[in-house]
C-alpha cells in the first residue's frame, strides 16, 4: 500500500503571517520616528533619533516598539540589560553555561560551538526581526538580552517580575569598544568619524542608545529600588575577580552552587569555559565567520578584540580622560554607582 507524504506547512505559513505583521507595524513605527528630533550620528548617513531622553537609530526603535507591544516576559524569564560594549557577550556566555550546566557537559555545552549571541536573542533584534531563530522557538528558553534603557522596556518586563541583570563599566573604556566595534561593521552608512568627534558626541550623549551615563543610572535606581529583581554588576570587578561574582550571579539566578559542586571545581570550570580568551579562540570567533541564525553587519570575531580593562589609556589624552571623569563624578554624585563594586 503506498504511503502519502504529506508536508506540514504550519510553521513556514506561520513565519510568514509573523513577518507580514511585522512589516505592517514597521511602517507604522516608521511614520512615527521620522516625526521625532534627530542628530548626527557617528557615521554621516545614520542618524540618530531622539526618544524617551534618548538617542537611537532607526532599527533599534522600529524592534523596541515592536517590542513593546508584543514581547510578552513570564516571571522565570532572565533579561540581561546592557549598554554596548560593556560586558554584553561575557554575560550572555555565563548566564547560559550557569543555567543550563546541569544539561551540558564540558565538551557539548552550545558555548563552544555558537557565539553567545545565538543563545541568548535581543527582544528588540531577534525577536523583532528574526523570528525564525530557533531559540526563540524554544519554549523552554528563559534568557533574553536588551540594550534598551530601562524607561523604554516593554510593560509585561515589569509586570512579571521577571529578574534582570545589567553590568556597568568605566565609560572611557565602553567609548574605546564601542568605537573600535563599529569601525569593524559592514556597512553603506559611511565611514565612522574620527575618534576625536566621537568622543566629543559620546561625552555629549549623542550615541547610540546614549546617553550612557543616563543608560546606567537608570538601571542603578532600579537597582537600588529593587535589588531582589535587578542584579547591578561592575565589568573591572567581575574581570579583576571572576569567582566570587560569577556565584553571586548564580545565586540571583536560582542555581546557586552546590557544596559539592564548589568542591568539583564547577565554578571554575564555568568561568574558564566563558573566559574572553577561551571564547575568543573558538572556532566559531574566529575569522569572518557569521551568524547562523541571520545576517549581521558583525562577524563573530568583532565581539571580541581585548576585552581588557584601561585600554582607553592608549587612545584618550589626559584631557579626554578628565572630562569623561567629571561628567560621570557630576551624574554620579550622590547616588553610590562609582562605589559600587569598588
Not at 576625536?196 to 558626541?201: A, K, P, Y
Amino acid at each position: 500500500m503506498a504511503t502519502e507524504t504529506v508536508t506540514d506547512t504550519t510553521v513556514p505559513k506561520r513565519e510568514e503571517t509573523q513577518s507580514t505583521e511585522f512589516e505592517k507595524n514597521r511602517k507604522r513605527y516608521q511614520d512615527l520616528i521620522i516625526t521625532f528630533p534627530h542628530a548626527k550620528g557617528w557615521m554621516p548617513r545614520e542618524p540618530l533619533f531622539g526618544y524617551g531622553g534618548y538617542w537611537c537609530a532607526q532599527p533599534f526603535l522600529e524592534g523596541s516598539f515592536y517590542a513593546q507591544e508584543f514581547f510578552q516576559a513570564r516571571p522565570g524569564d532572565f533579561l540581561i540589560c546592557t549598554y554596548p560594549k560593556t560586558g554584553t557577550t561575557w554575560l550572555k556566555a555565563l548566564a547560559f553555561t550557569i543555567t543550563n550546566r546541569s544539561r551540558f557537559d564540558d565538551f557539548t555545552n552550545p558555548v563552544l560551538k555558537l557565539n553567545p549571541h545565538e543563545l541568548v536573542p535581543f527582544i528588540e533584534y531577534e525577536f523583532s526581526f528574526f523570528p525564525q531563530v530557533d531559540v526563540l522557538k524554544d519554549k523552554g528558553n528563559t534568557l533574553f538580552s536588551t540594550h534598551m534603557p530601562y524607561e523604554l522596556l516593554p510593560d509585561s518586563v515589569a509586570k512579571s517580575g521577571c529578574k534582570m541583570l545589567y553590568i556597568w563599566r568605566d565609560p572611557k573604556d565602553t567609548f574605546i569598544s564601542l568605537w573600535h566595534f563599529l569601525q569593524k561593521r559592514r556597512s553603506e552608512k559611511g565611514p565612522l568619524n574620527s575618534l576625536e568627534e566621537c568622543f566629543d558626541m559620546f561625552c555629549q550623549g549623542f550615541s547610540v542608545n546614549g546617553p550612557y551615563l543616563d543608560h546606567a543610572l537608570a538601571y542603578w535606581k532600579a537597582h537600588q529600588e529593587n535589588p531582589n529583581q535587578i542584579l547591578f554588576l561592575n565589568y573591572e570587578t567581575l574581570s579583576a575577580d571572576p569567582l566570587p561574582y560569577v556565584k553571586i550571579l548564580a545565586e540571583f539566578m536560582g542555581y546557586g552552587f552546590t557544596v559539592e559542586e564548589e568542591k568539583n571545581g564547577v565554578v571554575e570550570k564555568v568561568v574558564n569555559l566563558c573566559s574572553f580568551e577561551t571564547m575568543k579562540n573558538l572556532e566559531a570567533n574566529k575569522g569572518d565567520k557569521e551568524r547562523e541564525d541571520h545576517p549581521s553587519p558583525y562577524t563573530n570575531s568583532a565581539f571580541f578584540r581585548k576585552g581588557k580593562t584601561g585600554d582607553w589609556e592608549n587612545y584618550l589624552t589626559p584631557d579626554m580622560a578628565a572630562r569623561m571623569d567629571e561628567l560621570a563624578q557630576e551624574k554620579f554624585k550622590g547616588t553610590g554607582l562609582l562605589e559600587n563594586g569598588k
